[in-house]
């Protein structure tokens, strides 16, 4: 269940229980708008709870450049950059 899916169940509910003012026999409509506020509840947390346990891997690389032109002998320019990138895997078991 998706963190949209959740609040809608929450809207749902809310109408349900505080909006709607039929009686449907055997049915108590108050109940239904509570139950589904929440379940509502339970899937906003867990989706919000699943998004921050993703799996993030941080990958550094280091790459030789050639220097265009040095500047002196004395001075060397860094022949060197480094890159870090984020990849997330939503593929991967959460642990």
Known sequence: MTIAGSI???????????AVEFQLAGVDINVVGVILMLGGI???LFGI????????????????????SPVSP?????????????ERRYDDPMV
């Open 8 to 18: 809608i169940l929450i809207m749902i509910g809310a109408i349900l229980t505080w």
């Open 49 to 68: 709870w699943r998004m921050t346990t993703i799996r993030r891997t941080a990958v550094t690389r280091t790459n030789q450049v050639s220097p265009v």
């Open 74 to 86: 004395v001075h060397p320019v860094d022949s060197t950059r480094t890159q870090v990138y984020e």
């Open 42 to 44: 339970v899937g906003l």
